[in-house]
């Protein structure tokens, strides 16, 4: 079950913006799969956390990743569970579940190509993930794509 979150995050708020000019889209990806991982842990939606650490110190990509991720929660993770052959959804490592979160939000809702947006998940696949979880996060994406785009 999904609840609010009442104290405080534990993600800087610092790390959002950088003296006031937007991130690179890479940085506020990082920043949105950040914020996902913290409303995992606590068992919230991720826009509850974005509102603890405060909407105006986020940048506008993060703000929009986080809202879609949340609004789209549920049929998000239905579609990680229905493409996770051989893994029960409950199991698979939490980063790459948020990795999945953000870039199948910006799959369905974005308006990058399918390959920026596999591309770009795969490589901060790499750097924030296990390495070994590029294929799985490859697979996923792609499998989502060719259900929900390629009709």
Known sequence: MIHAVES???IKKTTFKRANKPLSRRDARISAISICYEASMKNTLPIEIAKVIGLESLDSLTIEI??????????INEMISNHSVRWESDRLPVVEVCILQCAIFELLGGDNTVGTVINEAVELTKHLALPESTNYINGILSAVANEYLNK
Request: net charge negative; no cysteine; glycine share 8%.
């Open 8 to 10: 405080e995050s534990n």
């Open 66 to 75: 986080v809202q879609g991720v949340s609004d789209e929660f549920d049929s």
